[in-house]
Protein backbone atom coordinates (compact mmCIF):
# COMPACT_ATOMS: atom_id res chain seq x y z
CA UNK A 1 0.00 0.00 0.00
CA UNK A 2 1.47 3.44 -0.94
CA UNK A 3 1.71 5.82 2.00
CA UNK A 4 -0.67 7.88 0.96
CA UNK A 5 -3.38 5.91 1.10
CA UNK A 6 -2.07 4.24 4.26
CA UNK A 7 -2.20 7.65 5.96
CA UNK A 8 -5.59 7.57 4.22
CA UNK A 9 -6.55 4.70 5.85
CA UNK A 10 -5.14 5.47 9.18
CA UNK A 11 -6.60 8.86 9.08
CA UNK A 12 -10.56 7.57 8.61
CA UNK A 13 -9.88 4.74 11.83
CA UNK A 14 -8.84 7.28 13.61
CA UNK A 15 -11.27 9.37 13.36
CA UNK A 16 -14.09 6.82 13.87
CA UNK A 17 -12.01 5.90 16.68
CA UNK A 18 -12.38 9.19 18.19
CA UNK A 19 -16.07 10.47 16.96
CA UNK A 20 -17.13 6.86 19.07
CA UNK A 21 -15.29 7.64 22.16
CA UNK A 22 -16.12 11.37 22.10
CA UNK A 23 -19.96 10.65 21.80
CA UNK A 24 -19.65 8.14 24.93
CA UNK A 25 -17.58 10.39 26.78
CA UNK A 26 -20.31 13.28 26.18
CA UNK A 27 -23.30 10.58 27.02
CA UNK A 28 -21.82 9.69 30.35
CA UNK A 29 -21.59 13.56 31.39
CA UNK A 30 -24.66 14.19 30.72
CA UNK A 31 -25.95 11.46 32.15
CA UNK A 32 -24.36 10.79 35.28
CA UNK A 33 -24.11 13.71 37.98
CA UNK A 34 -21.27 12.51 39.73
CA UNK A 35 -19.24 12.58 36.58
CA UNK A 36 -20.11 16.05 36.33
CA UNK A 37 -18.85 16.86 40.02
CA UNK A 38 -15.65 15.06 39.15
CA UNK A 39 -14.65 15.68 35.84
CA UNK A 40 -11.46 15.76 36.04
CA UNK A 41 -11.02 12.71 37.44
CA UNK A 42 -13.69 11.18 34.95
CA UNK A 43 -12.05 12.97 32.17
CA UNK A 44 -8.48 11.06 33.47
CA UNK A 45 -10.02 7.46 33.65
CA UNK A 46 -11.86 7.80 30.25
CA UNK A 47 -8.14 8.85 28.66
CA UNK A 48 -6.65 6.05 30.21
CA UNK A 49 -9.41 3.38 28.88
CA UNK A 50 -10.11 5.08 25.59
CA UNK A 51 -5.59 5.29 24.73
CA UNK A 52 -5.10 1.93 26.17
CA UNK A 53 -5.06 0.27 23.17
CA UNK A 54 -2.93 2.42 20.82
CA UNK A 55 -0.60 2.86 23.80
CA UNK A 56 -0.50 -0.58 24.10
CA UNK A 57 0.38 -1.03 20.14
CA UNK A 58 3.02 1.73 20.24
CA UNK A 59 5.24 0.10 23.63
CA UNK A 60 4.49 -3.71 22.19
CA UNK A 61 6.24 -2.56 18.57
CA UNK A 62 8.90 -0.93 20.32
CA UNK A 63 9.34 -3.16 23.09
CA UNK A 64 7.33 -6.15 24.09
CA UNK A 65 7.06 -6.31 28.19
CA UNK A 66 3.64 -7.72 30.33
CA UNK A 67 2.82 -3.70 30.84
CA UNK A 68 2.13 -3.93 27.06
CA UNK A 69 0.32 -6.80 27.00
CA UNK A 70 -2.35 -5.67 30.41
CA UNK A 71 -2.70 -2.20 28.14
CA UNK A 72 -3.72 -4.88 25.18
CA UNK A 73 -5.88 -6.63 27.24
CA UNK A 74 -7.67 -3.70 28.37
CA UNK A 75 -7.77 -2.28 25.42
CA UNK A 76 -8.89 -4.74 23.22
CA UNK A 77 -12.24 -4.72 26.21
CA UNK A 78 -12.77 -1.04 25.35
CA UNK A 79 -12.73 -1.79 21.92
CA UNK A 80 -15.86 -4.28 22.39
CA UNK A 81 -17.56 -1.62 25.24
CA UNK A 82 -17.25 1.13 22.21
CA UNK A 83 -18.99 -0.71 19.63
CA UNK A 84 -21.77 -1.94 21.82
CA UNK A 85 -21.64 1.62 23.85
CA UNK A 86 -22.20 3.55 20.77
CA UNK A 87 -24.70 1.17 19.51
CA UNK A 88 -26.88 1.18 22.51
CA UNK A 89 -26.36 4.76 23.59
CA UNK A 90 -27.49 5.48 19.99
CA UNK A 91 -30.39 3.45 19.79
CA UNK A 92 -31.34 5.34 22.75
CA UNK A 93 -30.96 8.57 21.21
CA UNK A 94 -33.42 6.87 18.28
CA UNK A 95 -36.05 5.90 20.93
CA UNK A 96 -35.97 9.23 22.36
CA UNK A 97 -37.24 11.32 19.66
CA UNK A 98 -41.21 9.81 19.37
CA UNK A 99 -41.11 10.10 22.97
CA UNK A 100 -40.18 13.53 23.08
CA UNK A 101 -42.68 14.45 20.32
CA UNK A 102 -45.44 12.38 22.56
CA UNK A 103 -44.66 14.64 25.36
CA UNK A 104 -43.89 11.22 27.47
CA UNK A 105 -40.15 12.54 27.79
CA UNK A 106 -40.38 16.30 28.77
CA UNK A 107 -38.13 18.76 31.08
CA UNK A 108 -39.24 17.37 33.84
CA UNK A 109 -38.06 13.31 33.14
CA UNK A 110 -35.33 13.59 30.47
CA UNK A 111 -32.65 13.55 33.35
CA UNK A 112 -33.73 10.45 34.57
CA UNK A 113 -34.05 8.94 30.95
CA UNK A 114 -30.67 10.05 30.07
CA UNK A 115 -29.33 8.59 33.36
CA UNK A 116 -31.06 5.00 33.15
CA UNK A 117 -30.61 4.11 29.47
CA UNK A 118 -26.99 5.06 30.06
CA UNK A 119 -26.59 2.42 32.73
CA UNK A 120 -28.84 0.22 31.23
CA UNK A 121 -25.65 0.59 28.53
CA UNK A 122 -23.14 0.13 30.78
CA UNK A 123 -25.21 -3.12 32.27
CA UNK A 124 -26.07 -4.54 28.82
CA UNK A 125 -22.34 -4.44 27.58
CA UNK A 126 -20.90 -5.67 31.09
CA UNK A 127 -23.36 -8.81 30.45
CA UNK A 128 -22.53 -9.15 26.90
CA UNK A 129 -19.14 -8.85 26.95
CA UNK A 130 -19.14 -11.39 30.09
CA UNK A 131 -20.18 -13.52 27.97
CA UNK A 132 -18.58 -13.22 24.90
CA UNK A 133 -15.40 -13.72 26.91
CA UNK A 134 -16.79 -16.93 28.08
CA UNK A 135 -17.28 -17.78 24.28
CA UNK A 136 -13.82 -16.86 23.38
CA UNK A 137 -12.33 -19.41 25.84
CA UNK A 138 -14.56 -21.95 24.62
CA UNK A 139 -13.32 -23.21 21.07
CA UNK A 140 -15.20 -25.93 19.32
CA UNK A 141 -13.97 -28.54 16.54
CA UNK A 142 -16.33 -28.53 13.63
CA UNK A 143 -16.50 -31.51 11.79
CA UNK A 144 -17.19 -31.49 7.73
CA UNK A 145 -16.99 -35.03 5.99
CA UNK A 146 -16.75 -34.64 2.19
CA UNK A 147 -16.06 -37.06 -0.93
CA UNK A 148 -13.52 -35.50 -3.65
CA UNK A 149 -14.82 -37.56 -6.99
CA UNK A 150 -10.92 -38.30 -7.62
CA UNK A 151 -7.88 -40.91 -6.67
CA UNK A 152 -5.19 -40.60 -3.71
CA UNK A 153 -3.28 -43.52 -4.58
CA UNK A 154 -4.30 -46.22 -2.28
CA UNK A 155 -5.30 -43.40 0.00
CA UNK A 156 -8.90 -43.61 0.38
CA UNK A 157 -9.68 -41.55 3.40
CA UNK A 158 -7.80 -38.88 5.02
CA UNK A 159 -8.74 -36.55 8.21
CA UNK A 160 -7.51 -33.02 7.99
CA UNK A 161 -7.17 -30.85 10.97
CA UNK A 162 -7.31 -27.12 9.58
CA UNK A 163 -6.87 -24.09 11.78
CA UNK A 164 -6.72 -20.69 10.87
CA UNK A 165 -6.28 -17.20 12.93
CA UNK A 166 -4.68 -18.20 15.86
CA UNK A 167 -3.42 -14.41 16.50
CA UNK A 168 -0.29 -15.87 19.12
CA UNK A 169 0.47 -12.77 20.94
CA UNK A 170 -0.47 -10.56 23.75
CA UNK A 171 -3.99 -12.00 24.23
CA UNK A 172 -3.45 -15.54 22.91
CA UNK A 173 -0.79 -17.10 24.77
CA UNK A 174 0.46 -20.41 26.45
CA UNK A 175 -2.49 -21.15 27.60
CA UNK A 176 -4.18 -20.81 24.32
CA UNK A 177 -1.89 -23.04 22.42
CA UNK A 178 -1.53 -25.93 24.96
CA UNK A 179 -5.48 -25.97 24.83
CA UNK A 180 -5.29 -26.46 20.42
CA UNK A 181 -2.64 -28.92 21.03
CA UNK A 182 -5.00 -30.76 23.11
CA UNK A 183 -8.11 -30.33 20.59
CA UNK A 184 -5.73 -31.45 18.04
CA UNK A 185 -4.47 -34.66 19.89
CA UNK A 186 -8.27 -35.69 20.40
CA UNK A 187 -9.23 -35.03 16.98
CA UNK A 188 -6.40 -37.11 15.47
CA UNK A 189 -5.76 -36.34 12.39
CA UNK A 190 -3.41 -37.59 9.92
CA UNK A 191 -2.32 -33.44 8.33
CA UNK A 192 -2.62 -30.25 10.37
CA UNK A 193 -2.59 -27.06 7.89
CA UNK A 194 -2.44 -23.55 9.50
CA UNK A 195 -4.39 -21.20 7.36
CA UNK A 196 -2.76 -18.01 8.66
CA UNK A 197 -2.26 -15.19 11.24
CA UNK A 198 -0.71 -17.49 13.60
CA UNK A 199 1.28 -14.66 14.84
CA UNK A 200 -1.03 -12.02 15.52
CA UNK A 201 1.09 -8.98 14.02
CA UNK A 202 4.27 -7.74 16.49
CA UNK A 203 6.03 -11.39 16.98
CA UNK A 204 7.60 -9.40 20.57
CA UNK A 205 4.81 -11.08 22.41
CA UNK A 206 5.62 -14.13 20.99
CA UNK A 207 9.06 -14.55 21.27
CA UNK A 208 9.57 -13.20 24.85
CA UNK A 209 7.57 -16.65 25.95
CA UNK A 210 8.60 -18.23 22.75
CA UNK A 211 4.78 -19.55 22.33
CA UNK A 212 4.67 -21.58 19.53
CA UNK A 213 6.78 -23.97 21.74
CA UNK A 214 3.77 -25.30 23.06
CA UNK A 215 2.17 -26.26 19.82
CA UNK A 216 2.70 -29.84 19.08
CA UNK A 217 0.48 -32.64 17.22
CA UNK A 218 2.95 -35.74 17.50
CA UNK A 219 0.13 -37.86 15.60
CA UNK A 220 0.04 -36.39 12.64
CA UNK A 221 1.96 -38.72 10.52
CA UNK A 222 1.33 -36.32 7.05
CA UNK A 223 3.03 -32.91 8.93
CA UNK A 224 2.16 -29.94 9.62
CA UNK A 225 2.03 -27.14 7.17
CA UNK A 226 1.05 -23.28 6.80
CA UNK A 227 0.65 -20.40 4.81
CA UNK A 228 0.80 -16.92 5.49
CA UNK A 229 -1.83 -14.30 6.88
CA UNK A 230 -2.06 -10.41 6.58
CA UNK A 231 -0.98 -10.41 10.02
CA UNK A 232 2.21 -12.58 9.61
CA UNK A 233 3.29 -9.36 6.99
CA UNK A 234 2.10 -6.69 9.44
CA UNK A 235 4.62 -7.59 12.24
CA UNK A 236 7.26 -7.84 9.60
CA UNK A 237 7.73 -11.02 7.71
CA UNK A 238 11.04 -11.58 7.49
CA UNK A 239 11.08 -12.49 11.56
CA UNK A 240 7.57 -13.84 11.97
CA UNK A 241 7.93 -16.69 8.84
CA UNK A 242 11.37 -17.94 10.55
CA UNK A 243 10.36 -18.47 13.75
CA UNK A 244 7.12 -20.50 12.36
CA UNK A 245 9.42 -22.41 10.33
CA UNK A 246 12.13 -23.24 12.98
CA UNK A 247 9.31 -24.90 15.16
CA UNK A 248 9.31 -27.46 12.52
CA UNK A 249 6.05 -26.11 10.15
CA UNK A 250 6.70 -25.86 6.87
CA UNK A 251 5.21 -22.72 5.46
CA UNK A 252 4.35 -22.59 1.86
CA UNK A 253 4.81 -19.68 0.12
CA UNK A 254 3.12 -19.55 -3.62
CA UNK A 255 4.35 -23.20 -3.27
CA UNK A 256 2.90 -26.47 -4.06
CA UNK A 257 3.81 -29.63 -2.53
CA UNK A 258 2.66 -33.61 -2.71
CA UNK A 259 2.15 -35.93 -0.22
CA UNK A 260 0.49 -39.15 0.32
CA UNK A 261 -1.75 -40.50 -2.62
CA UNK A 262 -0.39 -37.73 -4.87
CA UNK A 263 -2.58 -35.49 -2.80
CA UNK A 264 -1.15 -31.66 -4.10
CA UNK A 265 -1.27 -28.94 -1.36
CA UNK A 266 -0.55 -24.70 -2.88
CA UNK A 267 -0.48 -22.59 -0.95
CA UNK A 268 -0.48 -19.06 -1.11
CA UNK A 269 1.07 -15.44 0.01
CA UNK A 270 -1.17 -13.55 1.89
CA UNK A 271 -2.93 -11.01 -0.84
CA UNK A 272 -1.66 -8.44 1.49
CA UNK A 273 1.74 -9.49 0.73
CA UNK A 274 2.64 -6.75 -1.63
CA UNK A 275 0.66 -4.04 0.70
CA UNK A 276 2.93 -5.21 3.56
CA UNK A 277 5.80 -6.94 2.25
CA UNK A 278 6.53 -5.51 -1.39
CA UNK A 279 5.98 -9.07 -2.77
CA UNK A 280 3.52 -9.85 -5.17
CA UNK A 281 1.72 -12.96 -5.26
CA UNK A 282 1.58 -15.28 -8.06
CA UNK A 283 -1.52 -15.83 -10.13
CA UNK A 284 -3.35 -18.85 -8.96
CA UNK A 285 -3.38 -20.54 -12.78
CA UNK A 286 0.73 -20.12 -12.73
CA UNK A 287 0.84 -21.39 -9.24
CA UNK A 288 -1.27 -24.00 -10.35
CA UNK A 289 0.30 -24.54 -13.75
CA UNK A 290 2.47 -27.63 -12.72
CA UNK A 291 -0.57 -29.30 -11.23
CA UNK A 292 -1.87 -32.81 -12.15
CA UNK A 293 -5.59 -32.43 -11.84
CA UNK A 294 -6.13 -35.57 -12.09
CA UNK A 295 -5.18 -36.05 -8.58
CA UNK A 296 -6.58 -34.26 -5.49
CA UNK A 297 -5.69 -30.37 -5.55
CA UNK A 298 -6.03 -28.50 -2.18
CA UNK A 299 -5.38 -24.93 -2.01
CA UNK A 300 -4.88 -22.57 1.20
CA UNK A 301 -6.01 -19.05 0.87
CA UNK A 302 -6.07 -16.89 3.59
CA UNK A 303 -8.79 -14.59 2.26
CA UNK A 304 -11.13 -16.03 0.72
CA UNK A 305 -11.35 -13.41 -2.40
CA UNK A 306 -12.26 -14.44 -5.95
CA UNK A 307 -13.60 -18.10 -5.29
CA UNK A 308 -14.01 -18.40 -8.86
CA UNK A 309 -10.55 -18.55 -9.71
CA UNK A 310 -10.26 -21.27 -7.80
CA UNK A 311 -13.37 -23.10 -9.87
CA UNK A 312 -11.76 -22.43 -13.23
CA UNK A 313 -8.35 -23.86 -12.08
CA UNK A 314 -9.41 -26.89 -10.77
CA UNK A 315 -8.97 -26.90 -7.38
CA UNK A 316 -11.14 -29.59 -5.41
CA UNK A 317 -11.12 -28.15 -2.29
CA UNK A 318 -10.02 -24.36 -0.87
CA UNK A 319 -9.56 -24.20 3.30
CA UNK A 320 -9.85 -20.35 4.12
CA UNK A 321 -9.72 -17.91 7.32
CA UNK A 322 -9.59 -14.62 7.91
CA UNK A 323 -13.12 -13.61 8.04
CA UNK A 324 -13.49 -14.50 11.86
CA UNK A 325 -17.60 -15.01 11.05
CA UNK A 326 -17.19 -10.88 12.19
CA UNK A 327 -16.42 -12.05 15.89
CA UNK A 328 -18.98 -9.88 17.35
CA UNK A 329 -22.40 -9.19 16.27
CA UNK A 330 -23.50 -6.88 14.23
CA UNK A 331 -19.98 -7.33 12.05
CA UNK A 332 -20.49 -10.71 11.20
CA UNK A 333 -23.84 -9.26 9.08
CA UNK A 334 -20.82 -7.05 7.51
CA UNK A 335 -18.41 -9.81 6.87
CA UNK A 336 -21.81 -12.41 5.41
CA UNK A 337 -22.38 -9.26 2.89
CA UNK A 338 -18.57 -8.12 1.72
CA UNK A 339 -17.10 -12.31 1.03
CA UNK A 340 -18.84 -14.62 -0.64
CA UNK A 341 -18.14 -17.19 1.41
CA UNK A 342 -18.14 -15.28 5.22
CA UNK A 343 -18.12 -18.51 7.42
CA UNK A 344 -19.03 -22.52 6.75
CA UNK A 345 -18.96 -24.84 3.46
CA UNK A 346 -20.28 -24.07 -0.03
CA UNK A 347 -20.05 -26.10 -3.32
CA UNK A 348 -19.10 -23.89 -6.72
CA UNK A 349 -19.03 -25.84 -9.40
CA UNK A 350 -16.82 -28.35 -8.88
CA UNK A 351 -14.84 -27.17 -5.86
CA UNK A 352 -15.40 -27.28 -2.41
CA UNK A 353 -14.84 -24.19 -0.25
CA UNK A 354 -14.48 -24.10 3.85
CA UNK A 355 -14.01 -20.99 5.88
CA UNK A 356 -13.13 -21.17 9.32
CA UNK A 357 -14.02 -18.73 12.23
CA UNK A 358 -10.60 -19.02 13.58
CA UNK A 359 -9.09 -20.18 16.69
CA UNK A 360 -8.12 -17.27 18.09
CA UNK A 361 -9.12 -13.35 17.61
CA UNK A 362 -7.65 -9.98 17.20
CA UNK A 363 -8.29 -7.14 19.44
CA UNK A 364 -10.99 -8.33 22.05
CA UNK A 365 -10.84 -11.39 23.47
CA UNK A 366 -14.91 -11.47 23.04
CA UNK A 367 -16.78 -13.02 20.38
CA UNK A 368 -20.34 -12.55 20.15
CA UNK A 369 -22.33 -14.24 17.32
CA UNK A 370 -19.35 -16.65 16.78
CA UNK A 371 -17.37 -19.19 17.93
CA UNK A 372 -13.90 -20.08 17.98
CA UNK A 373 -12.88 -23.49 16.28
CA UNK A 374 -10.68 -25.85 14.93
CA UNK A 375 -11.77 -27.39 11.54
CA UNK A 376 -11.61 -31.79 10.77
CA UNK A 377 -12.22 -32.50 7.64
CA UNK A 378 -13.20 -36.21 7.00
CA UNK A 379 -12.16 -36.90 3.43
CA UNK A 380 -12.74 -39.69 1.35
CA UNK A 381 -11.65 -40.24 -2.25
CA UNK A 382 -13.44 -41.80 -4.97
CA UNK A 383 -12.69 -41.90 -9.11
CA UNK A 384 -15.80 -43.67 -9.30
CA UNK A 385 -19.37 -41.98 -10.14
CA UNK A 386 -20.93 -39.14 -12.20
CA UNK A 387 -18.10 -36.88 -10.37
CA UNK A 388 -21.08 -35.54 -8.34
CA UNK A 389 -20.00 -34.53 -4.20
CA UNK A 390 -21.37 -34.92 -1.35
CA UNK A 391 -21.18 -33.00 2.01
CA UNK A 392 -22.32 -33.64 5.56
CA UNK A 393 -21.86 -30.96 8.73
CA UNK A 394 -21.45 -31.65 12.20
CA UNK A 395 -20.51 -29.90 15.21
CA UNK A 396 -18.93 -31.12 18.20
Not at 71 to 91: D, E, K, P, Q
Request: net charge positive; charged share 20%; proline share 3%.
Amino acid sequence: MKSHQLMIFFTIVIAIYSFANIYIFIKGYGAIQAFQKNKILYLAIFLLFASSFIAGKILESRHSTVFSDVLNVIGGFWLAFLLYGFLFLFLSDIISIPLRLTGIINSNNITAFKKWSYLATLAAGFLLIAGGFINALSPRTTEYSIQINKAAGDLKEMKIAAVSDIHLGSIIRKRSIKKLSELLKKAEPDLVLLLGDIVDGEIGPVLRGDLLQYFCCPQCKAGTYAITGNHEFIGGGARTIPYIESKGIRVLKDEVISIEGGIQIAGRLDRDSRRFFGKERLPLAQLLAGTDKSKPVFLLDHQPYHLDDAVDNGVDLQLSGHTHNGQMWPLNLITSRHYELSYGYMKKGNTQFIVSSGFGLWGPRVRIGSRPEIVVLNISFTNTGSGSTTDSYSNS
